[in-house]
């Protein structure tokens, strides 16, 4: 079963950058398609970006297309969120996350939880 740990979280100002790292353990980090999901205050957790288990294909939320990255490195075990363009909107808890069903398009899909990592971003 496959361990995550998130990092990288943090309080940056909007239009700020931020770069989160997850690093997986104990399992075989290629048969999982990796994703990020957050939860803000009072809402409900969402669904941000998703990445298959080569790294070819991802996948993103319409909220945060085109200032969200994500990538993975299967020779450490790591998967990454470069964030851009930061707004307050994007203030939540991330969390990665691992789906051993190869699909990684939705929160459904995402077994496997880390705990999760606070970024704020002020106006």
């Known amino acids: 079963q496959v361990q995550l740990v998130e990092s990288g979280g943090g309080l940056v100002q909007a239009g700020d950058s931020l770069r989160l790292s997850c690093a997986a353990s104990?399992?075989?980090?290629?048969?999982?398609?990796m994703g990020w999901l957050r939860q803000a205050p009072g809402m409900e957790r969402e669904f941000v970006a998703g990445?298959?288990?080569?790294?070819?294909?991802?996948n993103y939320a319409d909220s945060v297309k085109g200032r969200f990255t994500i990538s993975r490195d299967n020779v450490k075990n790591m998967v990454y969120l470069q964030m851009n363009s930061l707004k307050p909107e994007d203030t939540a808890v991330y969390y990665c996350?691992?789906?051993?069903?190869?699909?990684?398009?939705?929160?459904?899909?995402?077994?496997?939880w880390g705990q999760g990592t606070q970024v704020t971003v002020s106006s």
């Open positions: 996350a691992a789906s051993s069903s190869g699909s990684y398009f939705n929160i459904r899909n995402y077994g496997y």
């Open positions: 104990g399992g075989i980090f290629t048969a999982y398609a």
């Open positions: 990445i298959n288990w080569s790294g070819k294909y991802t």
